[in-house]
């Protein structure tokens, strides 16, 4: 069957630390791949895409890598804060313009 | 620039009522889509409509649909309402598709 698979539990760490969030997918041939972050009571926001012939993307504090062998894409936060703190969404693009979301993985950074 | 508007911003309902949603995307995104959020889960894609035509749809009953505008603003219309169609309904508009999508606020419905 078709999975996304996101760290289900909460992601807790130290301010200044970095921030890895992970995102699994089975049985799905994805052209790109795309991170969102979602505020409680708000809509998700946009922060990367990446596509399937690239391996790595980077923007300020934020880089992701997509492994189309291993059917992974790794988020990376450095030098976190505590605005960072939210539930951080991974979401396949098919090949259909749909956008396929994982459950999201809630991330916690303490002062 | 205005980002997606999304109206209202809060809606209860009754079991067997109907149900208007209403977006409006960014200036110059001839895109939409349409998601369900229900708590704890990411959304779940219900349709997409490029240039007034719809370009996808996801596993949701013929009780919802949608159009869009030749001025690319969207409707998504629920009919029948049912209990498990309480969720944050959300809006997302991009240039085209394969492009990054960019959501509103959604809709909070609730059905009582």
């Known amino acids: 069957s078709q999975k996304i698979e996101q760290n289900s539990e909460a992601l807790n760490i130290q301010e200044g630390k970095t921030a890895t969030l992970t995102c699994n997918y089975t049985n799905y041939s994805p052209a790109y791949l795309q991170w969102y972050r979602q505020d409680p009571g708000r809509g998700p926001v946009f922060l990367l895409l990446i596509r399937e012939n690239e391996k790595e993307k980077r923007k300020e504090r934020l880089k992701v890598t997509f492994d189309t062998t291993l059917k992974q894409s790794l988020f990376h936060i450095t030098a976190s804060q505590p605005a960072d703190s939210a539930t951080y969404l991974c979401?396949?693009?098919?090949?259909?313009?749909?956008?396929?979301f994982g459950t999201g993985t809630r991330l916690q950074v303490f002062p | 620039d205005a980002g997606v508007t999304q109206s209202p911003t809060h809606l209860i309902k009754t079991r067997g009522q109907q149900v208007t949603l209403r977006c409006s995307p960014i200036?110059?995104?001839?895109?939409v889509s349409w998601y369900q959020q229900v708590l704890g889960q990411g959304p779940q894609f219900i349709f997409q409509?490029?240039?007034?035509?719809?370009?996808g749809r996801g596993n949701f009953p013929d009780r919802f649909s949608a159009r869009q505008f030749p001025n690319y603003s969207s409707e998504l219309n629920v009919n029948a309402l049912l209990l498990g169609d309480s969720a944050l309904y959300l809006c997302a508009s991009s240039l085209k598709g394969n492009q990054p999508q960019h959501f509103g606020d959604g809709t909070r419905l609730s059905i009582l």
């Open positions: 200036s110059g995104h001839k895109s």
């Open positions: 409509y490029y240039e007034k035509e719809e370009r």
């Open positions: 979401a396949l693009g098919l090949y259909t313009d749909k956008l396929i």
